[in-house]
Antibody, heavy 119, light 109 residues
Framework: EVQLVESGGGLEQPGGSLRLSCTASGFTFSSYEMNWVRQAPGKGLEWVSYISTSGTTIFYADSVKGRFTVSRDNAKSSLYLQVNSLRAEDTAIYYC????????????WGQGTLVTVSS | QSALTQPRSVSGSPGQSVTISCAGTSSDVGGYNYVSWYQQHPGRAPKVMIYDVTKRPSGVPDRFSGSKSGNTASLAISGLQADDEADYYCCSYAGTYWVFGGGTKLTVL
């Protein structure tokens, strides 16, 4: 069974940093592209970042470019998102989502980890 | 990276059909056949219902169908059931990023 489990969220002050993690199981992690998608409380979904299977190709949403860094460790079946220079508008549930090969959609999602940015 | 445009809400009675539109541009919806639709119940993670504009993943009822004309995609749901009440989001690949719609709340009356 495919499972994605996020962790690392919490309460952080504006300007602070967090490292989010997503641990995968039930599939060959190194064969799948991965993404982060977030959802502010009561709001819609927003795609945040993409990373290719090898980690050599990375994309970011304009809203996080220069502040967030995505990475992966295929040996540990883990995906990461380093979030720096946090702003109030970064408050959201952060989901990791597996990319279905070639068809460019998100076929499995984790349950998310909540990041709250507040002083 | 502007969000796709969806109606905020739609509604229908059990057994009826509804359609949710998703308007984009030639840089996203109109430029690629990579539109997907996600269903999200309160407090739950999104679930893919349609991908590649018209395809259904295994396990999704054929009451759900997708289409596209120009820069606008649509999700049609026939034979509405109580469990269809949820938020629905369209999403399009746009070359170096993905963009979601603002979401549509479907109410089953």
């Amino acid at each position: 069974e495919v499972q994605l489990v996020e962790s690392g969220g919490g309460l952080e002050q504006p300007g602070g940093s967090l490292r989010l993690s997503c641990t995968a199981s039930g599939f060959t992690f190194s064969s799948y592209e991965m993404n982060w998608v977030r959802q502010a409380p009561g709001k819609g979904l927003e795609w945040v970042s993409y990373i290719s299977t090898s980690g050599t190709t990375i994309f970011y949403a304009d809203s996080v470019k220069g502040r967030f860094t995505v990475s992966r460790d295929n040996a540990k079946s883990s995906l990461y998102l380093q979030v720096n220079s946090l702003r109030a508008e970064d408050t959201a549930i952060y989901y990791c989502a597996r990319g279905f090969p070639y068809d460019l959609y998100f076929d499995y999602w984790g349950q998310g980890t909540l990041v709250t940015v507040s002083s | 990276q502007s969000a796709l445009t969806q109606p905020r809400s739609v509604s229908g009675s059990p057994g009826q059909s509804v359609t949710i539109s998703c308007a984009g541009t030639s840089s996203d919806v109109g430029g690629y056949n990579y539109v997907s639709w996600y269903q999200q119940h309160p407090g739950r993670a999104p679930k893919v219902m349609i991908y590649d504009v018209t395809k259904r993943p295994s396990g999704v009822p054929d009451r759900f169908s997708g289409s596209k004309s120009g820069n606008t995609a649509s999700l049609a749901i026939s034979g509405l059931q109580a469990d269809d009440e949820a938020d629905y989001y369209c999403c399009s690949y746009a070359g170096t990023y993905w963009v979601f719609g603002g979401g549509t709340k479907l109410t089953v009356l």
